[in-house]
Every structure is written in C-alpha cells, then in structure tokens.
C-alpha cells in the first residue's frame, strides 16, 4: 500500500549546524538570526559577544570544562526545555 503525504507534515526534532570561519566574518551574528531570540541561548567560550549588544539573548560565559559540563547539564534539564536553539561560540 502506499502512504501519501504532505511534505508538509514532515517535522524535524532538531537541526545541528557548524559554521567555521576567519575571525571577523559574522559567526557570532549569525546566533541572532535564530528568529526566536527569547529561546536562543548562547554559551559564550570567548567572551566576544558585543556584535549582538543590540539583542536581547541569553548568553552564559564558560571559562572552563567544569562550567562547560555544568551548562550542558542545564540545556539538558526540564529548565533548559525553553531554548530551541543553543549556539557555542567559540569551541
């Protein structure tokens, strides 16, 4: 029997993108063209986030592997749920 559908219907649970680049080339804008910036959550391993001082996300920075395991803990955790989409800029 075939089964018919609308590409419409077609839903995805999640999208994993990496984007590499010269310094200078927009990586971090790029987290802000998420469409929902009130569900976006930057972890910041470099501290350079003042392209996006015009937006309103969340960022946490992480300064070591200790706080890098402990924000993945949280994405993970039912309070993490709120954000669609994480950006780690940079690794």
Known sequence: MLNFKS??????????IGVYGESGFGKTRLCATTGCPDQTLI???EGGLLSL???????????????MREVLKFVKSPEGDKYKW???DSV
């Open 7 to 16: 590409t419409h219907d077609i839903a995805y649970h999640y999208v994993n």
């Open 43 to 45: 972890i910041s391993c």
């Open 53 to 67: 001082r015009e937006e309103n996300i969340t960022a946490v920075e992480v300064r070591s592997l200790q706080e």
């Open 86 to 88: 994480v950006c780690l």
